[in-house]
């Protein structure tokens, strides 16, 4: 049973261009997490998706970053015109129910470098 | 709001010593608590997690942890670490029916031979 998969798993961008970041969550799970770890700090979380829905997206920055789950295929994380301050790890985190006690299995994560 | 403090940011200890990794939480409500383990450049892996009944929650590679409301603690212990043991770990609570997880900043646990 393959885990929770992310790519690329590695992404190089200049200042001002776009980074899409791709998510494809457990055999089963229809809950989707994305979390942003920031060099020295933990992971913080930044949206909440099931197919087809923002549940949540209390955590994600109001511009320049947008966050989908289609009917088909993964969920992906959009970050229009990055900037230096964008550079993180991005993990996605995929759950077969939401719940505080629920356990949320994490993919190997995308690390976003912006020059 | 809730929150979590790792004490240590990190910990150095010679192989088979045992080692414990400390964990604070605020909320004021009943919550769950996680400690997760990072390997480098890898995504995080679950070591274990308290939910309710017995304060003593044994998770994998030999980790426990202890549930201490009182103190609202959630400490990491093994009795005897191995090199393959270095890596980062991170403390997490959730809340009620709440799943964001808050995590604390991480400890790196460096095993040294």
């Known amino acids: 049973n393959a885990g929770v998969m992310q790519n690329p798993r590695h992404l190089v961008r200049r200042r001002g261009q776009e980074a899409r970041l791709r998510c494809s969550p457990m055999?089963?799970?229809?809950?989707v997490y994305w979390y942003r770890q920031l060099p020295e700090e933990g992971l913080k979380f930044m949206v909440y998706l099931q197919k087809e829905n923002i549940i949540d997206e209390s955590g994600m920055p109001k511009e320049r970053f947008s966050a989908e789950f289609p009917k088909e295929g993964p969920s992906i994380l959009r970050i229009q015109q990055v900037v230096r301050g964008d550079s993180a790890a991005y993990f996605c985190?995929?759950?077969?129910?939401?719940?505080?006690?629920?356990?949320?299995?994490f993919g190997p994560g995308t690390r976003l470098t912006v020059l | 709001a809730q929150s979590v403090t790792q004490l240590d940011s990190q910990v150095p200890v010679f192989e088979e010593a045992p080692v414990e990794l400390r964990c604070n939480y605020s909320?004021?409500?009943?919550?769950?608590l996680f400690w997760y383990v990072q390997y480098p450049n890898q995504g995080l892996q679950l070591l274990l997690k308290?939910?309710?009944?017995?304060?003593l929650v044994k998770g994998i590679n030999g980790f426990e942890a202890e549930f201490n409301k009182s103190q609202t603690s959630f400490h990491l212990r093994k009795p005897s670490v191995h090199i393959s043991d270095t890596a980062e770990y991170f403390c997490a609570v959730s809340r009620g029916s709440n799943y964001k997880l808050t995590f604390g900043k991480g400890t790196l646990l460096t095993v040294n031979p």
């Open positions: 909320s004021s409500v009943s919550v769950y």
């Open positions: 055999k089963g799970h229809s809950h």
């Open positions: 308290y939910l309710s009944g017995s304060t």
């Open positions: 985190a995929s759950s077969p129910s939401a719940g505080g006690a629920d356990t949320q299995y």
